[in-house]
């Protein structure tokens, strides 16, 4: 997630220099060959302009879904963040089973549960098979030394017994496993008669609020952006791009023969935020492939454990993740 309020300009001009030279080129061959030919290779700005418009409102739609899908993925990890907490503190509340220090109930709980949400976090991180690993948005952040992500069996072997973390690795979803060892733990407990009923009932209430946000979030990541919308909206974009220039060259013709070179960079400008508005979309439709705009669920698995831990009266504890270069992973 980028933090700043402004965007760098090297940033933007990462995504945009390719385009912008592009662009340039295109509308000054144009023009040359209309100054130099005397014929005007231009057509009415009419039904350019039509285009222009409907291309406008498709944009925007894909935009708005692409948002829904962003803004929906950051509530699923509100409702982890909170549900967690509410976990953290009715473990360290009512636990009161014998034993101190990491070996006991509430602190292999708690230290499991903190395994459980990193373990949904790097799953998430997974490659999509739709998504371009190569595509800018993840470039910037390599570019920017964002320190690289903790594998799956180094996460486990921090946080577990080393035969819980061998056995999770041996699954193919193994946060689903991790969450289910608390489930049985707990069962094992209200059956020993150490925790009430009521208490069972509410954690169990909080397991399955677990499976149902960590769900919500697979199906985000595993089902993609509606390609028919994503594929048809950049070709919508790139046919108005290329028929612009045209219609310019027609307007500023009429103006005088010397004019017809301000379609440039009108052709640039407008070109830029048509492409612009279609890259917003692109890099926000997948919010967990670790680019520059996806949650920050690094920063969020910190904030968990951070006060998970403090719960337990834990003393080393990790300092919260900041943002790199503005950037926040």
């Known amino acids: 997630m980028y933090t700043a309020r402004e965007i760098k300009l090297g940033i933007v001009l990462s995504f945009a220099w390719k385009t912008l030279v592009f662009f340039f080129l295109y509308a000054s ?34 935009n708005n879904s692409s948002y829904d899908r962003l803004w929906e993925a950051r509530r699923i990890w509100g409702a982890i963040v909170n549900a967690s907490r509410t976990f953290g503190t009715l473990t360290c509340t009512y636990i009161q089973s014998e034993g101190t220090g990491k070996g006991s109930v509430k602190a292999q709980l708690i230290h499991r549960h903190i395994a459980y949400i990193n373990a949904v976090r790097i799953q998430l991180r997974s490659k999509s098979v739709w998504n371009d690993p190569g595509a800018t948005a993840n470039a910037v952040v390599e570019e920017q030394h964002i320190p690289a992500d903790q594998s799956m069996p180094d996460m486990l072997n921090r946080f577990l017994p080393a035969d819980e973390a061998t056995f999770y690795q041996t699954r193919k979803n193994p946060a689903t496993h991790i969450m289910k060892a608390q489930a049985k733990q707990l069962d094992d407990e209200f059956r020993a008669g150490r925790i009430n009923e009521l208490f069972y009932f509410h954690m169990m209430n909080l397991v399955q609020e677990f499976y149902t946000q960590q769900g919500a979030a697979e199906r985000i990541k595993n089902f993609p952006f509606p390609r028919q919308y994503a594929y048809f909206s950049k070709v919508f974009v790139w046919l108005f791009i290329l028929a612009l220039p ?10 005088g023969d010397g004019l017809i070179f301000l379609a440039i960079p009108s052709y640039v400008l407008i070109a830029w935020v048509f492409n612009t508005m279609e890259i917003v979309g692109d890099t926000s439709e997948n919010p967990f492939e670790n680019a520059i705009n996806d949650i ?15 719960m337990l009266n834990e003393t080393s504890i990790p300092a919260p993740i900041t943002a790199v270069n503005n950037i926040l992973m």
Request: net charge neutral.
């Open 29 to 62: 061959a144009l023009c040359a060959i209309s100054y130099l030919s005397g014929h005007t290779l231009g057509v009415s700005f009419v039904p350019i302009g039509l285009i222009g418009t409907a291309v406008a409102f498709y944009v925007g739609f894909k």
């Open 246 to 255: 045209f219609g310019l060259i027609n307007e500023f013709a009429k103006l």
């Open 296 to 310: 920050p669920m690094t920063a969020i698995c910190r904030t968990i454990e951070i006060d998970l831990r403090e």
